[in-house]
């Protein structure tokens, strides 16, 4: 049974940084391609940021491209998002979320759809007050 649980989230200030963390169980974790997803009330779940299964090459959202990081840690099953320079605009509850199709030759928006990935966390609250 696939269990992805995110932890991490928290209020800060803006400017503030914080990190999130996934810690994925019943899966082979080297051959998951992970991302993070965000969604405020009302809005559909936006891409945040993707790691490639095959070689970790990172893809990341405009609006968060320079300030967050994504990250794995192979011996502990767990993705990190590394969030800094926090703004309020980044409130939201953050998913992390597995694709274990181990996608070749596909192209780069493959990884920022939501449908890639059949294996969700149940999310964690990030509130950044200005």
């Known amino acids: 049974q696939v269990q992805l649980v995110d932890s991490g989230g928290g209020l800060v200030q803006a400017g503030d940084s914080l990190r999130l963390f996934c810690v994925a169980s019943g899966l082979t974790f080297t051959t998951m391609s992970m991302a993070w997803f965000r969604q405020v009330p009302g809005k559909e779940r936006e891409f945040v940021a993707a790691l490639r299964w095959s070689d970790e090459r990172q893809y990341y959202a405009d609006s968060v491209q320079g300030r967050f990081t994504i990250s794995r840690d192979v011996a502990k099953n767990t993705v990190y998002l590394q969030m800094n320079n926090l703004g309020s605009e980044d409130t939201a509850v953050y998913h992390c979320?597995?694709?274990?199709?181990?996608?070749?030759?596909?192209?780069?928006?493959?990884?920022?759809?939501?449908?890639?990935?059949?294996?969700w966390g149940q999310g964690t609250q990030v509130t950044v007050a200005s």
């Open positions: 979320a597995a694709d274990p199709s181990r996608a070749r030759n596909v192209p780069t928006t493959y990884y920022t759809q939501r449908t890639a990935y059949p294996f």
